[in-house]
């Protein structure tokens, strides 16, 4: 039983290969036991951060009465959600349909076919409350089984029909019509944001996540839209000082952490995912140029507020590239192949349990022993909250930003905290190695190395993508495979489109930081090429739906009803095919400014107008959701695509650099550019089409505003 499990790269299913329940990955081979037995299916869908995951497994896995039941009734299988996406997708469809809610540990009940009939999250050990503990759930789906098949039968293909029903309502999506101007979408967008903006932060009660690609998006509206760009600043300054201050970040040791608990950002969930690291590192380096940028013409409060969240989103952007680098960067230094391990647990060891934050909280005395080895930390600064199932332990945040005769003082604060940490049980880390995750990792290294003049992060960058496309990418079937695990990639799991996007990202963010002018660029230029011609595959030639895989397997055609899957909306990651969009745009932009643009592109800039044109429809009524796809839509559509700057060495023209490359313009220096006074020259340049140049930042502002 445990040879199953034992060797996977997958840590969630290797956590569960000492158990007596004989677990099956997912794959034919189980569901044709299933079909040779005449036996229902449970799946067990988690992941290896996931707390209450942990519980189940110890409360139910673990238990040998259990796992005969198990045995004997059914055939158990082990999912780990981050390996095959398409299937979870497909069965929280299922579970919410069935529920009304969802989530992890997310377990299934189905027919051998993969037809779902019964579904539920996390089953106590025992009854509690209104929830039935897992025995009384086996034992009544096994009473079903034996007694009432032919209910259940019925219930499988009702929800089938449904699922296939709601799925194709999704991709329906895709085809909204609309007339409006992108430009009057992002406004419809970001006045929605700005109304639903908490005075706390966040966009929604709690728990709170990070709206990571609204907030990326609204910026260009502080930035471009001088009617909205005060209330639109204020919205964004809201819900970043809550990011940036709150317990979210990992103020000790960099990073964040998934979202947050309470209503006041205080005590966070504390597992630790790459995607939310990578798209928060991304956030805060534009956030340090948008800022500053809008502190340039602001006067007063708003002035000291903007200067006061670039420096903190500056700091952020520093400690969670640390993060990476120390502890999810996997293998050691003189390695030949390092990438980014997909998460770290919520959970640690203390005193010989193990508790959720262990590793993160900290007493009041263990917090008063630091502060008496140092000058007084000054009034309101530090905030501490309890949490709540660990009584005496408390998350670290601030109140309010250090000022600037205050940061040397917090700094000495959180290294001592890091010293007193580091005799502590590390929490697990998942190191599997998930290709899309490290793309988009990828491209916001290489986008904070550049914004923030930072080049060891781009050096990091490119370390990571050697490896993905040493390990991940095979140079004879030209496919990508979505998880590796100790240098080996997993073999019969083709990544998704959502990994192809997000490394094309990462592979054209190394080209344009290395340039592409060089043999390095180059290098990575033409990988880009290469992965975005396998992803023009899976747009489905019959209807233009950019489908998550090219061939879902049996089971989930059996659930879908041979519905296209289609991830149409943001969510934790941004959209497949919004992230595709983007790939297609910035190619096409990437070729303008270098002067090579053919028709081939113009196809793929109009292929991801197209891919990205549900956002105009759905800006008011789900701008979160088409966050990412309406950023595309911006860029595509916006006045200028490219700027030519002469003397491109000059502080004012690498000025102009870092706001062009945050707001996703390509940037080329051009020599030909001249000044009666030899001074700077930008010039605005859309498609094959140039302005007259500007000289002056304002000027050069004052044209991505205008046709």
């Known amino acids: 039983m445990a040879q199953r499990l034992s060797s996977s790269s997958s840590a969630y299913l290797r956590q569960h290969a000492h158990q007596q329940v004989d677990w099956y990955p997912y794959g034919d081979q189980a569901f044709e036991q299933a079909r040779l037995r005449d036996v229902p299916v449970m799946l067990s869908i988690g992941y290896s951060a996931c707390h209450w995951c942990h519980v189940m497994s110890h409360e139910s896995f673990d238990d040998p009465a259990i796992a005969q039941r198990l045995n004997e009734n059914f055939i158990a299988i082990k999912v780990d959600?981050?390996?095959?996406?398409?299937?979870?997708?497909?069965?929280?469809?299922?579970?919410?349909?069935?529920?009304?809610?969802?989530g992890w540990p997310m377990t299934i009940f189905a027919m051998p076919d993969g037809r779902a009939f019964h579904a539920g999250t996390y089953?106590?050990?025992?009854?509690?409350?209104?929830?039935?503990?897992?025995?009384?759930?086996?034992?009544?789906?096994?009473?079903?089984?034996?007694?009432?098949?032919d209910a259940l039968e019925q219930q499988a293909e009702m929800l089938a029909e449904h699922l296939a029903e709601l799925g194709n309502r999704q991709n329906a999506l895709l085809n909204l019509p609309s007339t409006q101007p992108s430009h009057e979408a992002l406004a419809a967008a970001s006045d929605r944001w700005i109304a639903e903006t908490k005075p706390e932060g966040g966009l929604t009660p709690a728990p709170k996540f990070p709206a990571?690609?609204?907030?990326?998006?609204?910026?260009?509206?502080?930035?471009?839209?001088p009617q909205r760009s005060d209330e639109a600043f204020e919205a964004a300054a809201t819900n970043l000082e809550a990011i940036?201050?709150?317990?979210?970040?990992?103020?000790?040791?960099?990073?964040?952490?998934?979202?947050?608990?309470?209503?006041?950002?205080?005590?966070?969930?504390?597992?630790?995912?790459?995607?939310?690291?990578?798209?928060?590192l991304s956030l805060c380096a534009r956030t340090v140029v948008f800022a500053q940028s809008y502190a340039a013409t602001a006067h007063g409060e708003k002035r000291r507020r903007a200067l006061s969240i670039a420096s903190s989103a500056r700091r952020a952007a520093h400690n969670t590239a640390i993060?990476?680098?120390?502890?999810?960067?996997?293998?050691?230094?003189?390695?030949?192949?390092?990438?980014?391990?997909?998460?770290?647990?919520?959970?640690?060891?203390?005193?010989g349990h193990s508790v959720?934050?262990?590793?993160?909280?900290?007493?009041?005395?263990?917090?008063?022993?630091?502060?008496?080895?140092?000058?007084?930390?000054?009034?309101?600064?530090?905030?501490?909250?309890?949490?709540?199932?660990?009584p005496g332990h408390f998350q670290l945040s601030l109140n309010r930003s250090p000022q600037q005769d205050e940061a040397?003082?917090?700094?000495?604060?959180?290294?001592?905290?890091?010293?007193?940490?580091?005799?502590?049980?590390?929490?697990?880390?998942?190191?599997?190695?998930i290709a899309g995750w490290n793309g988009l990792a990828i491209e916001a290294l290489c986008e904070a190395g550049l914004l923030l003049e930072a080049p060891q992060l781009v050096d990091l960058a490119?370390?990571?993508?050697?490896?993905?496309?040493?390990?991940?990418?095979?140079?004879?079937?030209?496919?990508?495979?979505?998880?590796?695990?100790?240098?080996?990639?997993?073999?019969?799991?083709?990544?998704?489109?959502?990994?192809?996007?997000?490394?094309?990202?990462?592979?054209?963010?190394?080209?344009?930081?290395?340039?592409?002018?060089?043999?390095?660029?180059?290098?990575?230029?033409?990988?880009?090429?290469?992965?975005?011609h396998r992803a023009a595959q899976f747009v489905d030639p019959a209807t233009g739906i950019p489908r998550d895989s090219i061939q879902a397997d049996a089971r989930l055609d059996s659930q879908r009803k041979s519905t296209i899957a289609a991830s149409v909306l943001d969510d934790a990651v941004p959209a497949a095919g919004a992230l595709y969009a983007k790939a297609l745009a910035q190619q096409a932009i990437a070729a303008m400014a270098a002067g090579t643009y053919t028709e081939m592109d113009a196809d793929n800039l109009e292929l991801a107008r197209q891919l990205s044109a549900h956002a105009l429809a759905l800006s008011e009524q789900a701008p979160t959701q088409v966050a990412t796809a309406l950023e595309v839509q911006s860029v595509i559509s916006g006045p200028v695509h490219y700027v030519s700057v002469s003397h491109p060495d000059l502080v004012q023209a690498r000025e102009v650099r870092r706001i062009s490359l945050a707001l996703g313009l390509g940037y080329r220096g051009d020599e030909t550019l001249t000044a009666p006074d030899g001074g700077l020259q930008i010039q605005p340049c859309r498609k094959e089409l140039c302005r007259i140049p500007v000289s002056t930042m304002p000027a050069f502002l004052e044209s991505l505003r205008t046709a």
């Open 81 to 102: 959600r981050e390996e095959h996406p398409l299937v979870d997708d497909t069965y929280m469809m299922a579970t919410q349909a069935l529920t009304g809610a969802g």
């Open 123 to 149: 089953y106590p050990a025992v009854p509690r409350g209104r929830t039935p503990s897992f025995t009384q759930v086996l034992e009544a789906v096994g009473d079903a089984w034996e007694n009432r098949r």
């Open 212 to 225: 990571t690609w609204a907030l990326k998006t609204l910026w260009r509206s502080v930035i471009l839209d």
């Open 244 to 280: 940036l201050r709150g317990g979210l970040q990992d103020h000790v040791g960099g990073g964040f952490a998934r979202y947050c608990v309470d209503e006041h950002w205080s005590v966070p969930h504390f597992e630790k995912m790459l995607y939310d690291n990578a798209g928060l």
């Open 323 to 351: 993060f990476l680098e120390s502890q999810l960067l996997t293998g050691t230094k003189n390695d030949r192949h390092r990438a980014f391990a997909s998460s770290l647990d919520a959970d640690s060891v203390r005193d």
């Open 356 to 390: 959720e934050g262990a590793y993160y909280t900290f007493t009041k005395e263990e917090v008063n022993q630091v502060l008496g080895g140092l000058d007084a930390l000054p009034a309101n600064l530090v905030r501490l909250a309890e949490v709540a199932d660990d």
């Open 408 to 433: 040397a003082l917090w700094e000495e604060f959180t290294t001592q905290l890091r010293a007193l940490r580091a005799g502590r049980a590390l929490p697990g880390r998942d190191e599997k190695i």
């Open 462 to 532: 490119e370390q990571v993508a050697d490896t993905l496309w040493a390990v991940h990418f095979d140079e004879q079937t030209r496919r990508l495979a979505r998880v590796s695990f100790d240098g080996t990639a997993a073999t019969g799991n083709e990544a998704t489109l959502q990994d192809y996007a997000a490394l094309t990202l990462g592979c054209l963010a190394l080209a344009s930081a290395r340039g592409r002018a060089t043999n390095e660029g180059a290098s990575w230029a033409e990988r880009a090429q290469q992965l975005l």
